[in-house]
């Protein structure tokens, strides 16, 4: 499946059709994310509204996720991820057509976030679970590093390109190029194969469900990288406020906007080239909780900073910090889960991510609706420094995991 070169892998062609496909769903989602905020922002002019985005995006996701894993599972993860990503692109093309029109209101907006949250309830446990199929176990964390990449270039994309359209021609063609990314991706994966499943196919039923939850809770390891994740992010970020950042304490703009939203992801762009010219991270469990620590740090100081180039430094090395945990714990994950659990396993981690994403944007809003923008970002970071020590002390296997011990299937 996968030939060496020089003593490292060479990648077969159909990963690199799915890291492309990637790439394009990456910057699709990202540039839709920033551009829906800052269109929220300039009709409501309110924190509440910004971060009822994150809970509009969470509420329908949590048992379709569970679906989605099972249906992954089940059926051809390729074929899935096809059909579920015709959403997004029907919802872009409305916002663009909507936009142009003078239509668009507040529950507009909602309305195509929460559809595009149901269909990444079927997307993305079809392609988590894909990516191990494609290379193989012994491959898996160069692979993992790739996508990783891969997918903070695209990150860093999606942003500085929604403030630069948005700047230059309004926010309705930063939904127009969503639809053509979106119709990108689709083609790349309509030459793409799909590789045999390993030891057959579960079938979708409440029993397999619960066969996924059931190896997530008694696996400290995974369950551990899970939580740490969830609650560290719920804490420390501070995604849902940049609008408010951008235009009221740092005074930047649109343009100061999109640098500042890709700031983040250039610093997990440069974390990632760190990682693919050295060598796999073998004690992962140390080195994860350190580099969750590392984040909450950088959110504390960006909350603090008044200054724009110390505030982008800040948010890049936030997201320097969480792509090396990003890379890490997915990592773990699928190399302690066997194949025919891995739809379900995806799809638990992926709740846990999704309530780390917008419950905790949902959790910034909020609070900062009560207080202020700095409070909550700041208050936020230390959370995250807690939820570190806590997971550090209680889960011992975890603290100590290596990539390297033989795989179990258990924690």
């Not at 909602?110 to 949250?117: D, R, W």
């Not at 703009?253 to 990682?275: D, K, M, P, Q, W």
């Not at 590392?294 to 504390?300: F, L, N």
């Amino acid at each position: 499946m996968v030939e060496r070169s020089a003593g490292r892998p060479r990648f077969p062609r159909d990963f690199w059709l799915y890291v492309a496909s990637r790439f394009c769903t990456a910057t699709e989602s990202m540039l839709l994310r920033a551009a829906v905020a800052w269109h929220v922002y300039a009709l409501s002019g309110s924190a509440f509204h910004l971060g009822l985005i994150g809970l509009v995006q969470f509420l329908p996701t949590p048992v379709l996720t569970l679906l989605g894993g099972a249906l992954a599972d089940a059926h051809d993860r390729r074929r899935i991820m096809m059909t579920a990503q015709l959403v997004p692109l029907g919802c872009s093309a409305a916002l663009f057509l909507a936009t142009r029109a003078g239509v668009v209101s507040l529950p507009v907006l909602y309305g195509m976030i929460m559809l595009v949250a149901v269909a990444s309830a079927f997307d993305n446990p079809a392609r988590s679970s894909l990516l191990p199929a494609l290379v193989g176990r012994e491959a898996f964390p160069r692979a993992m590093t790739i996508a990783a990449t891969n997918q903070a270039l695209a990150f860093t994309t999606g942003p500085a390109v929604a403030g630069l359209l948005i700047a230059a021609a309004g926010v309705g063609m930063a939904y127009a190029l969503s639809a053509v990314l979106v119709t990108a991706s689709l083609a790349g994966l309509s030459v793409m194969r799909s590789p045999k499943p390993e030891g057959g196919r579960a079938g979708i039923r409440l029993q397999a469900i619960r066969e996924g939850l059931a190896f997530v809770w008694r696996n400290e390891v995974i369950l551990g990288c899970m939580a740490l994740d969830m609650f560290a992010v719920i804490f420390g970020g501070a995604a849902a406020l940049l609008p408010i950042y951008a235009t009221e304490i740092l005074h930047v703009g649109a343009r100061g906007y999109g640098i500042l939203a890709s700031s983040f992801e250039v610093g997990a762009l440069v974390a990632s080239a760190v990682l693919v010219v050295r060598r796999p991270i073998t004690r992962a469990g140390p080195a994860l909780l350190a580099t969750v620590a590392v984040y909450g740090i950088a959110t504390i100081a960006f909350g603090l900073s008044r200054w724009f180039p110390l505030s982008v430094v800040a948010y890049a090395a936030a997201g320097m910090a969480d792509q090396v945990s990003v890379v890490l714990r997915n990592t773990v994950i699928q190399l302690s889960t066997p194949d025919l659990l891995r739809g379900r396993v995806s799809a638990v981690n992926m709740i846990f991510i999704g309530a780390s994403n917008q419950l905790g944007a949902a959790e910034s809003g909020f609070v900062a609706a009560l207080t202020t923008a700095t409070f909550s970002v700041v208050s936020g970071g230390l959370g995250c420094l807690v939820v570190v020590a806590v997971v550090a002390a209680r889960l011992s296997r975890l603290r100590r995991y290596r990539i390297d011990e033989p795989f179990s299937g258990r924690g």
